[in-house]
């Protein structure tokens, strides 16, 4: 297998920029406007997948599902089917070097036999304790799966956030499910979550049409409105257990002081078979204490321990 860095992110960032640029349970927060949350200039907002325009970032509210119909991604009832709103056609456009990739360690597992899909994709973990210095820091970690790794690729992603992004946030831990595609993003319900609450990050494939395949990302015991559900998108086949970050100044303090985080009982099926996963660990920065440390390779049972310091 060779090492895949996720090149969704048109452009490569110095390990230094990387790391100078880079409470209750169930209680729903409203959807922040994306206008102005997390930004860093009049027209952008922080996803994960870096910095966005905010014409292109979008709250996807309770009873709604996004699907591609037609080749253009739209917002449908999800009761009725009916469109409600229509994003425009699936494409690809320039990304500036503002929008580079904040990953600063993971692990990848590219599934070798596309043709037995990933049907479940499970990670458990504590949320951390909070951060000593409490700056403008943000903090993602999440398990997320890709349709490969090229410009055209998307994510879909359970995520654990600290800090500001454009679907809300502050100085405290909150959580909620993105599909991010090479132009645009799509976030549900903004959730708090206190320091030591358990997570369970759950995709599940709903669908299979052919080509096109449906997926819902969420939390297990969460709010069913920070859930996403996605339709006829082309196969994920890539998955990935992730440390992302933007605006940490100052790792030794702005990280949350665990030694690490452990990103554990990881499941991936391929239908009702557990699958032979090899995870492949990355590190944005040779030699720095963020890394992420492959202790199980099993499913169900996984185990990648990802480092703070």
């Known amino acids: 297998m060779r090492t895949i860095q996720p090149i969704r992110y048109l452009y490569v960032v110095s390990a230094a920029l990387l790391l100078m640029t880079a409470c209750r349970k169930d209680s729903a927060k409203p959807a922040a406007d994306p206008t102005t949350s997390g930004a860093t200039g009049s027209d952008l907002v922080l996803t994960p997948a870096g910095l966005m325009s905010r014409a292109n970032v979008h ?28 994003f425009g056609e699936v494409k690809i456009e320039p990304r500036s070097a503002a929008a580079a990739s ?6 990848y597992w590219s599934n070798p036999n596309t ?20 700056s403008s ?10 349709d490969g790794t090229t410009a055209s690729s998307y994510i879909v992603q359970p995520v654990l956030q600290w800090g500001p992004s454009a679907a809300g946030g502050g100085k405290y831990w909150s959580i909620t499910n993105w599909y991010v595609s090479s132009s645009q993003a799509f976030f549900g ?9 358990s997570l369970q990050g759950v995709i599940k494939q709903t669908a299979v049409s052919g080509s096109s395949y449906s997926y819902n990302s969420s939390f297990t015991g969460y709010s069913a409105a920070s859930a996403l ?8 086949f890539w998955a990935a257990e992730t ?15 665990n030694t690490d985080i452990a990103m554990s009982s990881i499941q991936i099926l391929q239908g009702t078979t557990n699958a032979s ?33």
């Open 59 to 86: 709250f996807i509210a309770p009873g709604y599902v996004l699907s591609v119909e037609n080749g253009r991604l739209q917002k449908l009832e999800q009761g009725t089917g009916r469109m409600v709103e229509d």
């Open 102 to 107: 904040g990953w600063i360690a993971y692990t």
């Open 115 to 134: 043709s037995n899909a990933i049907t479940d994709f499970t990670t458990n973990w504590i949320v951390p304790s909070v951060p000593s210095k409490q």
């Open 137 to 146: 820091q943000t903090i993602f970690l999440f398990n997320g799966m890709q």
């Open 189 to 197: 319900t903004l959730v708090n979550v206190s320091a030591g609450a």
């Open 229 to 236: 559900q996605v339709n006829n998108v082309p196969e994920a």
């Open 243 to 257: 440390l992302e970050s933007y605006g940490v100044n100052t790792p030794s303090t702005e990280y949350p002081p």
């Open 277 to 309: 996963i090899t995870w492949t660990p990355v590190q944005a920065v040779s030699g720095s204490a963020q890394k992420a440390v492959v202790v199980s390779n099993s499913s169900p049972g996984g185990l990648v321990d990802i480092y703070f310091r």
